[in-house]
């Protein structure tokens, strides 16, 4: 790396450091697996193992496990056309809440779904706040007796059957 | 069918406010209230009937439990929250100010479809399977 010093170039803008990383290079059949942890005993010091699994659904989600246990912050994926997906696939939607993440992040970048579920979540507040005191409204508020306020509810509710 | 998603957000939470500025003779008071519920009745089938049917169209196949599980996590998690929030104001500010918030604050809902493609969405083509 010295000796190639200035074709080295550094990208100060997105520069992180992970401390707990995996790279995979993709190849068609396989997957050349990369991880580097900090040492178990010397500070300082990094633990890098490589071995290759090959891309079979349980040879991933094994690998997913093993990752999982090595307690891997980030994957990153190196491939030549879609070779990549079963394992960007399999990895993503592997561990607690992955196919849970999944859908929400679906549903986030999706503008309508976006939006209907924003929607939705607000309405659906707003109604349990009303609904949680109309009752106690229609009696104490409004003076209702139960007859009345069942024979409100009971006219009301035809407005659904209506739009139907 | 956007249009409809649209007055539903509204037409479904806001007639609650009709019910909370009733008085006058008891008819009135209960026709308020009937007539809050048959407003709104008719705004929860115009909106969930029409969102529904949007939803199950924009969601890929392979995609669908997911979406389903995350979606309803979050839409039904919330009622909770409501209801503990509809108690505490109840005793806070009364019954009637409650009734007046959640009424314009479901309104509001509106504010998320506005800029959202979804007041622009006439009707559902059914196009070939997406996967």
Not at chain 1, 52 to 75: G, M, Q
Not at chain 1, 123 to 144: E, K, M
Request: proline share 5%; aromatic share 6%.
């Amino acid at each position: 790396m010295e000796a190639n010093n200035k074709q080295v170039h550094v990208d100060s803008i997105g520069e992180e450091i992970v401390a707990r990383v995996a790279g995979i290079d993709v190849a068609k059949d396989s997957g050349m697996v990369c991880t580097r942890v900090p040492h178990q005993s010397q500070p300082g010091k990094r633990t890098t193992t490589v071995w290759s699994v090959s891309a079979r659904t349980n040879s991933i989600i094994e690998l997913a496990d093993r990752l999982a246990e090595e307690r891997i912050e980030r994957v990153v994926l190196e491939a030549t056309s879609d070779y990549w997906r079963p394992f960007y696939y399999l990895l993503a939607s592997a561990g607690p809440g992955g196919r849970a993440r999944e859908g929400l992040a679906f549903v986030v970048r999706h503008p309508v779904l976006r939006a209907s579920l924003g929607c939705a979540t607000t309405v659906n507040f707003f109604t349990f706040v009303s609904g949680s005191v109309i009752l106690l409204f229609a009696s104490r508020g409004l003076g209702l007796s139960a007859g009345v306020i069942g024979l409100a509810f009971g006219v009301g509710s035809t407005g659904a059957l209506l739009a139907q | 069918m956007g249009r409809s998603i649209a007055v539903g957000a509204v037409l479904f939470p806001a007639p609650i406010a009709i019910a909370a500025a009733a008085d006058g003779p008891v008819w009135v008071r209960a026709g308020a209230l009937a007539a809050a519920e048959f407003l709104s009745g008719i705004g929860v089938m115009l909106f969930d009937v029409n969102l529904n049917s949007l939803q199950t169209t924009v969601i890929p196949d392979g995609m669908r439990s997911r979406v389903a599980g995350a979606f309803s996590t979050i839409n039904y998690g919330i009622r909770p929250f409501g209801a503990i929030v509809g108690g505490l104001l109840g005793t806070l500010i009364g019954l009637r100010a409650t009734l007046l918030i959640a009424a314009a604050g479901g309104a509001l809902s509106l504010l998320w479809l506005l800029p959202s493609p979804i007041p622009g969405i006439h009707s559902l083509t059914l196009s070939k399977p997406q996967r």
